[in-house]
């Protein structure tokens, strides 16, 4: 008989948690909704936009979070009970996206409000030291065995992960030299100074008096 594998104990348990997963992630979204409430009701202009976007984590995703860890990236088979699941701080999570960027001081606020002691992890460009994102995580009230994850993201910067996801952030192996060449990742960080540029250029032009 084939002895079992790390990642086939990993598939097992990931099944079994994961009602306690969905569970959470019910859990955060209705949190994280009532949160941002108040400011979704003062939202006037046609442009202005609060979004959450709410997942939980895939099985294979959430193997590869793990294995990713390794100093080698890959699992020691003599130590499966060294790879837990539950030890991740994303299984269940939501992105708040926010335009314009000015609102997101309240959103921070709010979200810190209702998701008290919960431990800080931003997304910064380690070129520049621009926070690209907002994220936290812990646990919810009602389910202590799942960590869960928000984050809190400038709408244009969100939108553009949604392309540059699976082409930079977790590549196909025939990518991932492509996606480490230095002007690769040049092209990425203007990409971002971009985004934040013509936020800022866009909020000081409808903040202009008109006459």
Request: hydrophobic residues 40%; charged residues 30%; aromatic residues 8%.
């Amino acid at each position: 008989m084939t002895a079992r594998t790390v990642e086939d104990r990993l598939r097992e348990a990931y099944f079994s948690l994961l009602p306690d997963v969905r569970a959470a992630l019910v859990e955060l979204e209705a949190m994280a909704s009532y949160a941002v409430m108040p400011i979704r009701l003062q939202l006037k202009q046609r442009h202005e936009r609060l979004v959450l976007r709410s997942r939980v984590k895939e099985c294979e995703s959430a193997i590869g979070s793990l294995q990713r860890k390794e100093e080698a990236k890959q699992f020691d088979p003599s130590q499966p009970e060294k790879y837990r699941l539950d030890s991740l701080p994303d299984l269940a999570g939501t992105r708040v996206f926010v335009f314009p960027s000015a609102r997101i001081e309240s959103v921070r606020e709010a979200m810190e409000s209702a998701f008290p002691n919960w431990t800080a992890d931003h997304v910064v460009d380690p070129t520049t030291g621009l926070v690209l994102a907002w994220k936290h995580h812990g646990f919810c009230p009602g389910n202590p065995h799942v960590r869960c994850e928000y984050q809190i993201v400038p709408m244009l910067i969100g939108l553009f992960w949604d392309v540059e996801h699976a082409a930079i952030y977790k590549p196909d192996r025939n990518l991932i030299g492509v996606t480490r060449a230095p002007l690769m990742q040049e092209r990425t960080r203007q990409v971002y100074e971009a985004l934040k540029d013509f936020e800022e250029e866009f909020t000081r032009q409808i903040e202009a008096p008109r006459g």
